[in-house]
């Protein structure tokens, strides 16, 4: 029943339309950029010989990789961020969180839901993303094989080769890896959330922490802090894009990345449930 | 309320046992390099960039350094040695003559030397356009080896790429059962740090790596940096068919102000 109503509430909040129109301008913007990339870096330059940066590996499995990666670390966050701190400063500052636990309900079973139906939501728009990805990127870039280099993605230190089927089931894995990988800022955005009674303040902290807990975790300078970092892991599915891809590493990014969900969780439900409900 | 702290008690109990098995491994790093003693019919081979800077200028390999360097090499004992900066022809005679009885080196512009040992040494071949590299031909136990060794500008990525690109189309251009390309690259491209938001000059530095990575093993992948601050611009490239039995620069060699590690392959051709 507590599930169901959260859904509706959900549903009639247009967020999940909001996110989606996001997710489709992002990937238009890709688009662009991806053709204006290969027009203008690689169109010949004769001076810079000796490259692979060439049109010929460019087609519809490394656009959608592409705009699932950049895609995955500044723009899905974002809504998880938005979701999850709306979830209880947004029902506490309204006055709902009162109304809801006058209600015969724990507030174990209101935290677990909520955290529940956001992830849903949140899995559900990564599977979202790669789908709309795959499909403007087979449709309008072209089908082809996975031709990997070194570079900006960090997916590689050496060339990989994955055929079309190889890479269409890899991106299938990467889809529940994905969503993994999201329920730490999701789980970070509820442990803001209890800590503010105002859903604006929870959303604006959540999403400036993450950028900025992001953005050093990128710094080379700042290298020591990664481990201490969810952000550093968030990519680990990246892992899923080699010709063999090492399972054990795969594994141990996934489990760093659960134990920071299961921590900010665990310290996010001990601050709500000993808090005093106006 | 007894649920309520079950719950809580639960999700730090899972946090625990995630980082446990996630950072495991991380609380005992693998140990860094180290050369050890090499299967019969392997190949070794060593990069090092014996130059150094001070007070922000670039010097080549000091008289000083000079025994320490023939020692490390003695330890090493390679088959091939890819030198960059060694002074002048006279300090590579003298590095030669250190090293004792069997060995050969050919020398090019701005210090870059190959040493071989036991090893039937070709001409030296300048590669046209390039300052310091060389294209060596050797017959190393009746095998066809063609090696290029290469000092790339340290400043420059569009000069770095004709100069390591120059000096891969010539290596290719060569006849040989093994190819080795070596040298002080000045790429960094080490996976780790292309996360760099900072950096501007990535991108074309990987292109670079990707035209020789696409034909050659690059030995000493993910065994670290190779030079001061933290940056990995000494590499060994091999043919894709050999085989590579250890690799990677071997800490704790430099003396005064010497600023790279050798880089050490085993190969099996």
Redesign the interface.
Known sequence: MTLRLEGLRLWRSRQPALALGAVAFFLALMLLGFYTYAQSRTGGSA???????NRSYFNGLTFALYAFYFGFVLVLPIFAATEGGAQLAGDTGGGTLALLLSRPV???RL??TKFALAAGYTAALVGAFLALALTVGLLLVGWGDLDL????L?M????QHLTQSEGLARFALAWPLASVGLLAPLAFSFLVSVWTRSAVNAVGTAVALYLVMY?V????FF?DLR?LLFTSYLTFWRELFREEVDWPTL?????????????F??LA??RF?RREEA | MG???A??LA??A???V??L??????LFPPPPFEPGAREDGTLRVVTWNVGGARGGELHGLRDADAPHVASVLRALAPDVAVLQEVGSRAAADELARALGSGWEARRGAGGLTVLAREAELDRARRVRGVGRALVVELRWRGLEVALAGVHADAFDP?ER??E??RT?ERLFDERADLHLLLGDLNLD???????????SQ???D??????V??RL??AA??RGATAEPDRRLDYVFVSRSARVEAAGPWKGQRVGTMDHDPVVADVLP
Do not use: M
């Not at chain 1, 280099?149 to 900006?152: A, F, I, K, N, T």
């Not at chain 1, 590689?156 to 060339?159: A, E, F």
């Not at chain 2, 491209?189 to 950096?199: E, I, Q």
């Not at chain 2, 990987?206 to 035209?211: D, L």
């Open positions: 001076e810079f010989r000796y490259t692979y940066e724990s507030k174990a935290f677990a280099y070194p570079g900006v960090q590689t230190d050496r060339p953005v975790a990128e710094v080379h290298q481990p594994a141990r990014d996934g489990a760093k990345l659960l134990a920071f969900t299961l921590l969780l665990a439900f001990r449930r | 649920r309520e702290l719950l809580e999700l730090f899972g946090a625990l995630s980082a098995f996630g950072y495991g491994g991380q569009e790429n004709e390591v690109g891969a491209v080490d996976l780790d740090k292309k996360r760099d938001l900072f950096s990535v991108h074309l990987v292109e670079t790596y990707n035209f990575a696409d093993r690059d992948s993910g």
